[in-house]
């Protein structure tokens, strides 16, 4: 495949129509948002899917997708709605013994009553648990620009954050920071193989103990509490062990994959552990060398005892930026790789949201034959325009927060956006603002996918937010803000 597509190829052109397209865009968005108990709580996760009529749960608010709606409203100043949301949300926190502290997946009202879904109604039955590590992160964004103090500290918040603070911060078989998981549990919610520590969960953890003592940090103003001092000791041991720990195994460039290929393996007992977990140099894909070429790099996928997985993840590695768990030359580490991957990654529709996708034997045998995750469809491969926006805040946040580093890497990272942006904007519209694209090259529209999809329509928008109406609300995104908001 050819490495740099032509204007014609990419479909970049600038569209006179932009205006007209942002425009249907948000009347789009405006019907999405739908009312519980009376009040405006959220968006369905799409307007339109082949079987409406179905059980199919794409008319419930799922929370994952109700991230960028979130941020969108927010910039908006409409506040009232993001409270609503959180509060709903901090209702639904389980209050059962086996899953207590944990967030929905998703929620609707039928008749008059809210029913949740913490795993026990999903296909394969899996609860999410990006959604818990979710709900602080977005309660400090909320809470960070709407001033709304009052809330943050609020009893029901930190009681809240505390329940969720007990589901991590205990001691575990492992002994590691991280979180431990079933396959499907985020994002990617059918079998993929990511089961273990995948990256976007560690990376999540990272975003929501990070949350969560900004959280504690307001209620440590207003009261005198021993119990929430130590808590706060705790929580930032942990962050800063998970930060190390995913620094150390999961952070790979050309240099550290030329010391890692030739590690010893094999090694017991007390003696220094140059391969805590005992990674054979063949399982190193061959791939990575032109994939990393002389100065890119990136977070792996998963670490696990003898088999790392080194498929790129988008969102995991966009939130690595963000939430600041990369250093800022990591960052244009990872924004080198993607310039040089761009046509895997971006291709007619940016952005895929793994890569490489699993062929078939492969697929077989590590998804179960999941009939929506075949090779270049849907989690394999496929690829997501609603993944975008994370990529272009973390390049655009990171141009503000260093505006003078390598001029020329950011001037051909926002030139590279800006082509991105034209390629949805020429094609969402015709393509109904589907849900994800298949094959190698994203042309076409995914085989199950739905139409008018929520964070597909919300997520264009924000881009367009923060490259055209106001770039400087891209600070809104960063959890460690030191100045606040207006
Ligand atoms: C699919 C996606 C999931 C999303 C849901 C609703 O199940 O895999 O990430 O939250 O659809 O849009």
Known sequence: ????????????????????????????????????????????????HPN?????????????????????????????????????????????????????????????????????????????????LWWPVLCWLYVQHSRDEEFGSSQKVQRGVQLLLDLVLHPTFEGTPVLFVPDCSFMIDRPMDVWGAPLEVEVLLFGCLRSCCQLMELAQKNSMSRLLDQRLVLTRQWLHDLRSFLLKHYWVTSKTMQVLRRRPTEQYGDQQHENEFNVQPQVVPPWLQDWLENRGGYLIGNMRTGRPDFRFYSLGNSLGCLFGLLTAPQQRALFRLVLHNRQHLMAQMPMRICHPPMEVEEWAEKTGSDPKNWPWSYHNGGHWPSLLWYLGGAILLHEQKHPSADVLLMGQMKAMLEECYWSQLNQLPRQQWAEYFDGPTGTWVGQQARTYQTWTIVGFLLLHHILRVNPDDVALLDLHASGRQG
């Open 1 to 48: 495949m050819a490495r740099h597509f032509s204007q014609e190829q990419l479909r970049v052109r600038p569209s006179s129509k932009e205006e007209a397209v942002v425009a249907s865009a948000r009347e789009h968005f405006e019907r999405t948002l739908v009312r519980v108990r009376g009040e405006v709580v959220g968006s369905v996760a799409a307007l339109e």
């Open 52 to 132: 409406k009529s179905d059980a199919a749960n794409y008319g419930e608010v799922f929370l994952r997708d109700n991230v960028p709606v979130m941020l969108y409203l927010l910039v908006q100043g409409r506040f009232e709605i993001v409270r609503n949301f959180l509060t709903v949300c901090l209702d639904l926190q389980s209050s059962t013994y086996q899953t207590r502290g944990v967030f929905p997946t998703s929620f609707v009202e039928q008749n008059g009553e809210l029913i949740a879904d913490y795993g026990q109604r999903s296909i394969g039955r899996i609860s999410s648990v990006d959604a818990s």
